[in-house]
């Protein structure tokens, strides 16, 4: 187990774990030693085991986790704000300009691959990164459907785990391809089809005319 922190202590160890994560985007987690790391973040030995007990494996780990995190944080603030027409197509734009930027190397993948599934919190990295993605997609389908500008009958939480699947399936299609086409596809086809205007609410019958007298 790591040891507990102070914020000094917390700070040097988000240090080492973003300059790992610089590293291993440029070079991949297979070709990244421990060494170069510690290069890079002007580290030694002892105080890289020192927050990382567990070694290369642990150090991994901590670097999946903060590219789980930057992979939400680069949709924001759009992702949590998805209550307007307007906001979904800017989110829209922002997963698609997220992995335009990103291109075919996917550091979360890759580091995740690296990691053996016994790993403690292996597994749950990229479980944790869908479900909040899924809950804030979902979050605000129903800010929509309060407007009613999504019909109210649809299940939000699976209406959000289609479109999920879909971005996710356009993300694979660009590790294969480099192509961004079957995202913006998704992407456009599942939020054209979650904000189709309900029917509008039938008008009310007129008032009976008064009996004559």
Same mark, same amino acid.
């Not at 987690?29 to 002007?42: G, K, N, V, Y």
């Not at 790993?119 to 804030?136: K, N």
């Given at each position: 187990?790591?040891?507990?922190?102070?914020?000094?202590?917390?700070?040097?160890?988000?240090?080492?774990?973003?300059?790992?994560?610089?590293?291993? =985007?440029?070079?991949?987690?297979?070709?990244?030693?421990?060494?170069?790391?510690?290069?890079?973040?002007?580290?030694?030995?002892?105080?890289?085991?020192?927050?990382?007990?567990?070694?290369?494996?642990?150090?991994?780990?901590?670097?999946? =986790?903060?590219?789980?995190?930057?992979?939400?944080?680069?949709?924001?603030?759009?992702?949590?704000?998805?209550?307007? =027409?307007?906001?979904?197509?800017?989110?829209?734009?922002?997963?698609?300009?997220?992995?335009?930027?990103?291109?075919?190397?996917?550091?979360?993948?890759?580091?995740?691959?690296?990691?053996?599934?016994?790993?403690?919190?292996?597994?749950?990295?990229?479980?944790?990164?869908?479900?909040?993605?899924?809950?804030?997609?979902?979050?605000?389908?129903?800010?929509?459907?309060?407007?009613?500008?999504?019909?109210?009958?649809?299940?939000?939480? =699976?209406?959000?785990?289609?479109?999920?699947?879909?971005?996710?399936?356009?993300?694979?299609?660009?590790?294969?391809?480099?192509?961004?086409?079957?995202?913006?596809?998704?992407?456009?086809?599942?939020?054209?089809?979650?904000?189709?205007?309900?029917?509008?609410?039938?008008?009310?019958?007129?008032?009976?005319?008064?009996?004559?007298?």
């Amino acid at each position: 187990m790591a040891p507990r922190l102070t914020a000094k202590g917390a700070a040097t160890r988000q240090r080492i774990v973003e300059g790992a994560a610089e590293q291993i =985007r440029e070079r991949g987690a297979t070709e990244t030693t421990l060494d170069d790391i510690r290069a890079r973040t002007a580290t030694s030995k002892s105080q890289l085991f020192h927050y990382f007990p567990g070694g290369k494996e642990e150090l991994l780990l901590a670097v999946a =986790r903060h590219e789980a995190g930057r992979v939400l944080s680069d949709q924001q603030p759009h992702l949590g704000a998805l209550t307007s =027409r307007q906001a979904w197509y800017d989110w829209r734009d922002a997963v698609v300009d997220r992995y335009r930027r990103q291109g075919q190397q996917c550091p979360l993948g890759t580091l995740v691959s690296q990691l053996s599934p016994a790993t403690p919190g292996a597994q749950a990295v990229t479980r944790e990164l869908l479900g909040s993605w899924q809950a804030q997609i979902t979050s605000g389908i129903r800010a929509m459907q309060e407007k009613r500008e999504i019909p109210p009958e649809l299940d939000a939480d =699976r209406a959000a785990a289609a479109l999920l699947a879909g971005i996710q399936g356009g993300v694979s299609i660009l590790m294969s391809t480099g192509s961004l086409t079957h995202l913006e596809v998704a992407l456009d086809l599942g939020i054209e089809r979650l904000l189709v205007a309900p029917a509008p609410a039938p008008a009310p019958a007129p008032a009976p005319a008064p009996p004559p007298r």
